[in-house]
């Protein structure tokens, strides 16, 4: 709980750095509310490299933090929690990207998804985010996608785009895996005329029972926007912090109604983003973002091609 005393300093401390904070959807409520813009991550992506200002505070793990320092390198980027990362961003294999482009020649483009580590931008030819991948991928000259990480948005838009030969790699979000088809299932029982909303993230399995599939942005519009009363919602629980606020402001909190999975999904890492801390770190300029330069400028390529091509 954030004291009042808390607040005012806070507010000090913005106006002395010049000072903008950024927060992912799964952060703690506390650190949602202290920011100036909460959002997906490709809505964050885009407000990092468009604000004017000396200092970003980025709630949210390694790789969004990573993002907004290759794409404004000249503001000062903190990390309320600086060991806060993303299991998926580690799974891939350089072999993996070697072997595609040994077989597939020019005519392959690799699509990595933001949750990866600057080494493994920088081996992609385009960065893409789960609300602007399966654009991305259709507007690539390419026939052949190598899609990495993440195994299941790569399935899904291997769906969505069945005209391009789409190549998987096998991460995944140990969080959305996690979720599971029969909670789904259970939950639909209960509540046979909710709409299901899921992130790319969960398994093919959950999102064969969607509704709606969607960037956690999306799966917030789909439940604020939706006429009916009950959802089930097929992500990480911090989104429930914002379709609360938006739901209360349109004056909808009595008739609308939203079930997660009976395992609450969370995200061990984004959970320990707390307000406390985003005041911490900008009190003691903790947690500075630096990144390695040998991958930078191949990283920020594939950022900034994303950002042209979602366009
Ligand atoms: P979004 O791009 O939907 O915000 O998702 C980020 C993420 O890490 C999902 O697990
Ligand atoms: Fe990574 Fe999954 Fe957490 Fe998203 S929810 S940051 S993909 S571990």
Redesign the pocket.
């Known amino acids: 709980m954030l004291t009042q005393e808390m607040l005012d300093e806070f507010a000090e401390l913005k106006q002395q750095h010049d000072a903008v904070v950024l927060a992912h959807y799964?952060v703690q409520p506390d650190a949602q509310d202290l920011a100036d813009y909460v959002g997906d991550s490709y809505y964050l992506a885009c407000k990092a490299a468009e604000l004017d200002c000396k200092t970003l505070v980025f709630a949210g793990?390694e790789f969004m933090a990573e993002s907004a320092k290759l794409l404004s390198p000249n503001k000062r980027v903190l990390m309320p929690e600086p060991t806060a990362d993303?299991?998926?961003?580690h799974m891939l294999r350089k072999q993996t990207v070697d072997e595609a482009r040994l077989k597939y020649g020019d005519d392959l483009a690799v699509a990595c998804y933001v949750?990866s580590t600057n080494e493994m931008k920088s081996w992609s030819d385009v960065c893409v985010t789960s609300s602007n991948a399966q654009r991305i991928v259709e507007r690539l000259p390419q026939h052949n996608v190598l899609f990495v990480p993440d195994l299941h948005l790569g399935h899904y838009i291997q769906q969505q785009v069945p005209g391009k030969n789409i190549i998987l790699n096998d991460g995944f979000?140990?969080?959305?895996e996690a979720i599971q088809v029969v909670e789904v299932e259970e939950l639909l029982r209960e509540h046979p005329n909710a709409v299901v909303c899921a992130h790319p993230?969960c398994a093919v399995w959950v999102l064969d029972k969607a509704d709606y599939i969607g960037s956690t942005s999306g799966i917030i519009d789909r439940c604020v926007k939706g006429s009916e009363e009950e959802y089930i919602i097929c992500t990480?629980y911090g989104v429930l912090h914002e379709i609360k606020k938006q739901v209360a402001a349109a004056g909808d909190e009595d008739r609308k109604h939203f079930f997660f999975p009976k395992t609450t999904p969370l995200?061990p890492?984004?959970d320990r983003v707390t307000g406390q801390k985003v005041i911490a770190c900008l009190r003691d300029l903790t947690g500075e973002v630096f990144v390695d330069e040998r991958y930078a400028d191949g990283a920020k390529q594939a950022l900034q091609r994303m950002l042209e091509l979602a366009k």
């Open positions: 799964y793990v993303c299991p998926m961003a949750n979000c140990p969080t959305h993230e990480v995200c890492n984004m």
